[in-house]
């Protein structure tokens, strides 16, 4: 182009793809870069947007330089670029959500964690729903956000966000805000981990009403909050609003007035489900939506695919795919969840692409629950490390030798879990990818 651009939109996937839509239709002069050569969404970009030029980033150095505003996609790490770029520092540097923050009027309910946040969204979205309300689910779940533009307003956003998300986002100014828990993730693309807590903070900027989690105060202390706060807990405490009480001989969770539901009354099962759920209802009355409409979600919801699914029982062996679990946190949430349902012995499957992460926390868990450990993928060593002495480990080439290799040896009673700790990313396209190819596996036994 002879004219160089005012916005440079960085990455080609899905996201970078819907700012160039949302961008194009505001007549601003964009242009496109990627790492790759020819990313997939390149012949669409040609066909459908002619007039949008399209270079490799490391063919771009004028446009980088003379850009007024980056449109950065949130897979992109743009840091190992940023020093070579002129003038970055007086650049306006924001993603995708930005851009859509300063476009809707609806009222935002932003989600981000470690590990839930999808569960969580889904929820609120299916709370909204039951409210007799309109609501989009979008973000880090689904389609991208600015797609959601092209249909009607509805009375909520459920903004699922990762912190690659809100690296680049100024101010959200949600209506209701929450970070779930922050567990050692992504340590391939921080420096530390305060840097990866500090990008998941940004979701507490000018919001309404900060949700904050009392047994991970580090998660909010260090923050600025300038709207209402309430609080979640395990703990039974005067400074938490949202938790755990019992009631007889069960356990409900409650909020500042009442108890709201006996937890034997939920499917899903564990801490970390409990935890969830004090969130759910802490949203829902921070909106002033009725109690009738959170307990009949918490009632009815039995979870998502790749999460502790069970894919099936054979023989007497149940078989769960949590393929979702791409994180140490998550794979020791699944160990201790399943423990309370498994009547005989755990069998882990695990493995792939660590992500620089430490395994250590995970020898706990082994000891006390699981019996068998077969590793797969790029990190199997690492994780092999770890794994103590009573409990048994195996090395398999692929993810279908893991299952045969479990099948082996397993007897009626047993469960056997692929819940990786890991991305998959080695091995598979994605996680998804990943958990439907296990559930293959295991109806070919």
Not at 50 to 61: K, L, N, T
Not at 62 to 89: E, F, K, N, Q, T
Not at 97 to 114: D, H, Q, Y
Request: proline letters at 4%; one cysteine or more.
């Amino acid at each position: 182009m002879s004219v160089l651009p005012k916005t440079v939109i960085v990455g080609l996937g899905k996201t970078g793809y819907s700012c160039v839509e949302y961008l194009s239709k505001r007549g601003e002069s964009i242009a496109v870069v990627d790492h790759q050569v020819s990313p997939k969404l390149l012949g669409l970009l040609l066909t459908e947007y002619p007039e949008v030029p399209f270079r490799p980033i490391d063919q771009a150095g004028d446009w980088l330089a003379s850009a007024d505003r980056m449109v950065v996609s949130p897979g992109v790490d743009m840091r190992p670029l940023y020093v070579s770029i002129d003038h970055a520092d007086k650049k306006e540097w924001i993603g995708d959500i930005a851009l859509f923050c300063r476009e809707v009027k609806a009222p935002i309910i932003a989600i981000t964690g470690s590990n839930g946040k999808t569960t969580v969204a889904t929820m609120m979205g299916q709370v909204i729903e039951a409210a007799g309300l309109r609501v989009e689910v979008c973000g880090n779940i689904g389609e991208p956000v600015l797609n959601t533009l092209l249909r009607p307003e509805p009375d909520y956003y459920v903004l699922e966000l990762s912190s690659f998300q809100l690296e680049y986002v100024d101010s959200l100014a949600a209506d209701v805000a929450v970070i779930l828990n922050v567990e050692p993730d992504h340590m391939d693309r921080y420096a530390t981990f305060e840097d990866y807590l500090a990008a998941k903070q940004r979701i507490y900027h000018d919001c309404r009403c900060a949700i904050v989690n009392n047994d991970q105060p580090s998660t909010w202390k260090s923050v600025q909050l300038l709207g209402d706060i309430v609080s979640f807990s395990m703990a039974t405490d005067a400074e938490t609003t949202y938790g755990l009480v019992q009631k007889g001989q069960e356990q409900w969770i409650t909020g500042p007035d009442e108890a709201c539901v006996d937890v034997s009354d939920m499917p899903l099962k564990g801490v970390h489900h409990w935890k969830n759920a004090m969130v759910i209802l802490a949203m829902a009355d921070a909106l002033s939506l009725p109690r009738q409409a959170v307990t009949s979600v918490l009632k009815a919801f039995t979870g998502l695919s790749h999460r502790c699914e069970l894919v099936a029982v054979h023989e007497g062996v149940t078989w769960v795919n949590d393929s979702k679990a791409t994180n140490v946190a998550a794979t020791v949430a699944a160990i201790q969840s399943l423990s309370a349902v498994c009547n005989q012995r755990l069998v882990m499957i695990m493995g792939g692409d660590g992500k620089d992460a430490d395994f250590s926390s995970l020898k706990a868990v082994f000891e006390e629950f699981v019996t068998h450990v077969i590793l797969i993928g790029k990190d199997a060593d690492a994780i092999a490390s770890v794994v103590p002495v009573g409990c048994s480990k195996q090395r398999a080439k692929t993810l279908s030798d893991a299952v045969n290799m479990a099948a082996m040896f397993v007897n009626r009673g047993d469960v056997v879990a692929l819940s990786p700790a890991c991305a998959s990313f080695d091995m598979f396209n994605n996680y998804e990818d990943r958990g439907k190819a296990f559930s293959r596996y295991v109806s070919e036994l």
